[in-house]
């Protein structure tokens, strides 16, 4: 990982007063992890089933109304000791197609096992992750298209859409754990080189409808997830949602580049 370095810019006898008796209420629901965590491997043959080299943490940072405003991002290697922004290559890894092989999304406690096993230790909560972001790549950001003509429907405040655009190719295990995770219709044969949308989901939030179709764009081109969103009360569950669907799709091989609003 000898491009990382370059990259490097910051090395780091009285009466006892009775005792009350408290029933125990309901457990504190455990934090779920925020951040987005990849293992890069050693470039070569036999390099996507070796050891990885070492860490790559990232966070899209969302704007008020949940389009994504920076990418921030953090690296570790056993070499280096210590983490450090890594801004550079966290642009290529979504460009360069031979580099992204090496990229491989996984959840928190498979980043903090690979940490522990190249000599890390414990990998750090997410709040001290997030101190080593310095300089994270601000993503460019247009006024909202009005692609919906039309005002929000009956008893709703608001109507948005938003789209998350992906890096990579989508497996087809990928393809079907999306579908059963999801229960996704299918409506398009990703066989064939003119289906552009490959599945649609939807789901209930409250009083709030949210309505999403995975598209491939253009033959064997990116992948993208367009969120349809029909908001009663506050727009509090697109944050959470957008963080959601673009996880399992990460989850599945591909590498989120932006999230945008479309109206």
């Known amino acids: 990982m000898t491009t990382w370095h370059a990259e490097q810019s910051r090395p780091g006898g009285t009466p006892q007063a009775p005792v009350a008796v408290h029933r125990p209420g309901p457990a504190a629901p455990v934090p779920q992890p925020a951040l987005d965590y990849y293992l890069v491997h050693p470039d070569g043959p036999g390099g996507s089933v070796a050891a990885p080299e070492g ?7 969302l ?3 949940w389009a994504a405003v920076r990418l921030d991002s953090a690296a570790w290697t056993p070499a280096d000791g210590h983490w450090w922004d890594c801004a550079a290559f966290s642009r290529s890894i979504r460009v360069d197609a031979h580099l992204r092989r090496r990229v491989v999304g996984v959840p928190r406690h498979e980043a903090a096992t690979a940490y522990r096993l190249l000599g890390g230790g414990e990998l750090p909560g997410e709040e001290a992750l997030r101190g080593h972001f310095h300089d994270g790549q601000p993503l460019s950001r247009a006024a909202p298209l009005r692609l919906n003509p039309h005002p929000a429907g009956a008893g709703m405040r608001d109507s948005r859409v938003y789209r998350v655009l992906f890096a990579a190719d989508l ?3 990928g393809l079907a754990n999306l579908r059963g995770g999801w229960r996704m219709a299918s409506t398009g044969d990703p066989a064939d080189p003119e289906a552009r949308v ?5 789901r209930r939030v409250g009083a709030d409808s949210f309505t999403w179709h995975l598209r491939r764009i253009g033959a064997g081109g990116p992948w993208c997830l367009d969120l349809s969103a029909d908001l009663a009360g506050g727009a509090d569950p697109l944050g959470p949602l957008l963080r959601e669907l673009t996880a399992a799709l990460r989850m599945q091989g591909l590498i ?3 999230i945008e609003r479309f109206s």
């Open 55 to 61: 860490l790559v943490v990232e966070e899209f940072v």
């Open 63 to 65: 704007g008020e109304d």
């Open 171 to 173: 497996r087809p295990d």
């Open 198 to 202: 490959i599945g649609v989901a939807s």
């Open 256 to 258: 989120p580049v932006t």
